[in-house]
């Protein structure tokens, strides 16, 4: 799959199934949510910075725009089919055949090898519990999704005041 | 998933990824798909019963109406998913879980196991044959798709005459 | 319009126009419509079934399935419109002439001929009050419509247990 | 039907149903093919003025404008719907309910009754031509309409150099 | 650009960047918001001459038909971009070029300069108005553009009944 | 504008006007062409480094992925008003306002202040380029643009190669 722009337009019109099946109209494209977990992370980044960490911003940024590049060839499946591959596997799979010169930074991400891909991967839960929020808040039944992915988050040393945040900012009359 | 209005809005909202990956725009949706091969078993058994054969209308037309609801949970990934997992027994336990009354249906399809599923699992094939051929018309690369449908569906005995009609209504210029 | 490919692309591009009268912004499709009236009708047969019927299953799919394909060349158009023709004559002219091995099962429907016709007619008036009851809690303006269906719905015999059903689960805060 | 919002979206997202038919996979909406007949007869009444004639531009425009509302209420059905009604009376009726101050606009251009109405009702059917040309050019088989429009377009008497011009403009390779 | 088609279809796919902005799904295009003022501004003035005033309907609609035609070539940027340019001659001097004979009718709206351009004018700010409650009702926050535009409007002397009916009619639960 | 969701949502809903303006049914979005811009910067960064060049990979990345990010608040306007505004500046005081963690990044591609920016800068351009071939080879009149571009690419030094394998790749038919 060579074929830049279709790689680009695989990522655009496909939309993250998750959403469709809670009945949500206009369901999220893989590329609207990586774009949405780099501003969070770049925003986070900052702030981490800001508190005296010595984040390397690029990187952030980087790692979180090329981070479900493989979905371009994967498409994005419900739960159950993740549930039964070694996704993560087939993922960096794809990586080193279609895009090698960015798998080590898929791996830094997928596998929370440093500061940089723990940083990513916090924010590919947030964003994904953000826009629960603002579907439920629309009226869609998306919380039991916004409350698992807000327990796991939860989970990640030295990053809950960063969640607060986001939660206050985000989910309002969703999560308490 | 209980939710049937959830069901359908998946259903007819999730695009079919072999297209998105050829770069085409406007990519047919799951059930976009499953209405064209309805139609098309509808008329090849109409066909068939013209020339003596004795097939259940409203079989054909029910089995192709449900074949690819498990899409509804699973999703349209890309073929390398379907290919590491054995996509039949997974479609058949979401069958049985989701909607059990049609699981038997869902069975002479996907199992080829009477004449009623082998006429739609060759409708399927076509069905996504002459969607190639109409792609491949409008300038997108999908030959050579088309070429591997053409091959599979005249493995078909006694289905070879249908074959010709379609390619011949729906394939000027893409298969000879 | 011997195309399939147009029949099936016209039937999942033409919005229900009452939907979008009512403010809606993402009309269901006429071939939405005919997904969850093929749905319904399954999952109530397979209820009466279930309480000592013998309803053919694949025959009440059948005819949903295939219900609403004369809008593929009669479009959809508003109630005046329907309301000022003997519409149905004219869907059984364009079955007869375009879709001639599938007229009698929407006769069956249309006419409610026997009892599988009869799920179906009463399926078809469901889901468009599901549908409402929706849009309905999303804020749209179609209670009118909800309670009107509910009215007819509630005339046939034998299916009030279903009706109530499928209230319960779908209308909660639209219908009593 | 007294709210606005409702009828200009209505007319935003109901598709014209016979781009659909022809296989087209972006349908002009109602509202689409209005601005077009707008832009078309503004342009029009500006050629016959700079040729002397003395044509209300402001009239012209308004009409056009307006010419399609009725579908707001009717929606737009296939050929042989409205071919089955007079249809013409139908709108007629409409725009006197719904939209009384503009009655009388609609007559000018349904029944031609002065040089404005001729105008708006040639910049119709014209617009439909040009449409169907950009289309064919794009690979839809829509030169049977192309034709039809054309030669019903050659029948307005005084206008035949408007039509040459706009052909030569916009159906090189599809017209003569 | 002198391709009718591209103009037309340029305004039918710009959205309204502001409902963007404020994270509406289905944001207004430019010709959906081109059709509600020429609808409100009709009305309006079919209202001012049933109270004795002498308008010229056919002007009103013209005006508000084109009165954002510009848009076609300058698109719909922000507000930030539009108040460092001197956006009005921008238009004007598009108008001159694109649609000379436009351009008269474009300048009574733009500069108010007789009661027609005034009243399109009202109408103009009015649509958006009406569309941001809709969009509030529906869960966006356009609160804010609700109260401003509310505010501009008081300020028509003589209109003020108009805005009072409008507002009673589309705004319920938004403005007081 | 501090709400990220409509940051996103914007961006990725946002159409590049210019594929509008000439006729392009399905114009790319201003997200999906930062992300083929982000694809091509790290996959000429592979490129160069392979020849010896010691390019920062996560660099490239970066910026790419934010270098449009400024289009959230001023939208896409057409190419007549950004050239009669200082729109470099007025995008760097967007950045420093909305986006101050990314500001320095940003000057990189839009002053091509290093490396880095250039390549962005270059791969911006080729982004638009391949775009352009391939909307042409569906049928639209794009070719203007493509040739203007290309011209623009031949300017950057030590790239012509690069520049070769593009063109070769995805301008077939188009450019010579």
């Not at 080590?104 to 964003?127: C, H, M, P, Q, S």
């Not at 992915?149 to 989910?171: E, N, W």
Request: with cysteine; proline share 3%.
């Amino acid at each position: 799959m060579t074929d830049l722009l279709a790689v680009v337009d695989t990522l655009c019109k496909t939309p993250r199934v998750g959403w469709l099946q809670r009945g949500a109209w206009d369901a999220e494209s893989v590329c609207a949510h990586s774009l949405l977990v780099t501003l969070l992370a770049g925003e986070i980044a900052a702030r981490l910075n800001a508190e005296g960490a010595e984040i390397n911003m690029a990187e952030v940024l980087a790692v979180a725009a090329v981070h479900d590049l493989a979905e371009a060839v994967l498409g994005h499946p419900g739960r159950e089919v993740r549930d039964r591959l070694r996704w993560e596997e087939l993922e960096e799979e794809i990586f080193k055949r279609e895009f090698p010169h960015l798998a080590e930074l898929f791996r830094w991400y997928r596998y929370e090898t440093n500061t940089v891909g723990k940083i990513v991967a916090f924010a590919d839960k947030l964003a994904t519990l953000i826009r629960a929020c603002r579907y439920k808040q629309l009226g869609y039944p998306t919380d039991d999704l916004a409350k698992a992915l807000y327990k796991k988050l939860m989970a990640y040393d030295g990053l809950a005041h960063i969640l607060d945040y986001y939660v206050g900012r985000y989910c309002g009359g969703v999560l308490p």
